[in-house]
């Protein structure tokens, strides 16, 4: 048999130059590309021969389009420039790489309109699944998105269920967080970044709310003028709030910042004050960022089960995933779930030892 090579410099080999040299079909190529059955063998044999000879590579992409898929989860998160995003971004590529599947991250924002924007984005049907960390989106914005492809929910506060939600323990954490620097002298917290008269269950405000059980339970009072707001919560706003503290002459001898980022902002401002940590004040973050290992010092943090609620999502995911690639309608599907991952007391350098 004699067949004329594609030049792979031109353009590149495809299934048709395929089925003309070979003589066949572009169906039974694929047939014999895909390993399918109903070939014969010498057919069999002389399409493999052209496909070696022509050096025709199956375009995945293409084949995953076709069968329905893209290999690629998108992930939405409010701000790619807050450690703790990029890091849970980092935990479910890794864990997705086993499987092929790409990671394709997008910037929500922080705000309810931004958020239901990106949320109502025609391009999330590209996806196989789509991962959201909730920040601004209310229940009825839930309720009302009419998403066409698999859904999993990452937030910090309960929602409905509409869609599987994993979710970390703000109140909980906090409270470990004052529960620690009380149990070891402090009686004077600031609440960095806190949040107060409130019904919203945002993350400050739920974060606060920890804040308060804590002392509630060891039975410690409250001065009011501790709770100190952080906008944005960053390092600089984290710095200027504890120098405001101190001009204003507010004593204090713990902080429990909203943020591990608050904290290590807070730690600088103490430290160009002259004031020790933790011999004077002791300092708890939340996140477990990793950014807090190599703070001066080492940050006491809260880990809000960042490699569970990491793997948790995917678990779910896939499950989701299963079900559409079956055909099974949502609605029709196992129900939804909310887990709520436990928080932990990751203690360093910040605060004092028992």
């Known amino acids: 048999m004699s067949t004329r090579k594609t030049s792979s410099a031109s353009r590149v080999v495809t299934i048709g130059d395929v089925a003309r040299a070979a003589q066949v079909s572009t169906t039974t190529v694929s047939k014999v590309i895909n390993g399918l059955p109903r070939v014969g063998a010498e057919t069999r044999q002389r399409v493999l021969e052209v496909v070696a000879e022509l050096g025709y590579q199956v375009n995945p992409t293409a084949r995953n389009l076709r069968a329905g898929r893209t290999d690629a989860i998108g992930l939405l998160v409010p701000e790619l420039d807050r450690p703790y995003f990029g890091q849970l971004a980092t935990r479910l590529a890794n864990a997705l790489e086993p499987t092929g599947r790409q990671l394709v991250v997008q910037r929500s924002g922080v705000s309810r309109a931004d958020e239901l924007a990106a949320a109502s984005f025609a391009r999330l049907r590209m996806y196989d699944g789509v991962i959201i960390s909730v920040v601004g989106l209310n229940p009825s914005d839930l309720e009302q998105l009419n998403f066409q492809t698999p859904v999993v929910l990452v937030g910090e506060r309960p929602l409905p269920r509409t869609f599987d939600h994993v979710m970390m323990d703000n109140v909980e954490g906090a409270a ?130 960042n490699e569970q609620i990491a793997g948790t999502v995917l678990q779910f995911l896939e499950t989701r995933m299963a079900e559409h690639s079956a055909g099974l309608p949502r609605t029709s599907s196992k129900p939804t779930a909310e887990v709520t991952i436990p928080a932990r007391l990751v203690i360093r350098e910040s605060t004092r030892r028992a």
């Open 176 to 305: 470990t967080a004052t529960a620690h620097l009380l149990e070891r002298g402090s009686r004077r917290i600031v609440m960095l970044g806190g949040r107060d008269g409130t019904t919203e269950q945002d993350m400050p405000t739920l974060r606060t709310l920890g804040y308060y059980k804590a002392h509630a339970r060891l039975g410690v009072p409250l001065d009011a003028r501790l709770v100190a707001a952080v906008l944005p919560m960053d390092m600089a706003t984290g710095y200027a709030a504890v120098r405001s503290l101190v001009d204003a002459g507010v004593t204090f001898d713990g902080i429990v910042a909203v943020t591990d980022v608050v904290a290590i902002g807070a730690l600088r401002a103490l430290a160009d004050l002259g004031i020790r940590v933790p011999a004077e004040v002791q300092v708890v973050g939340f996140d477990n960022i990793d950014e807090t290992e190599f703070s001066t010092p080492r940050l006491t943090t809260i880990d809000p089960g």
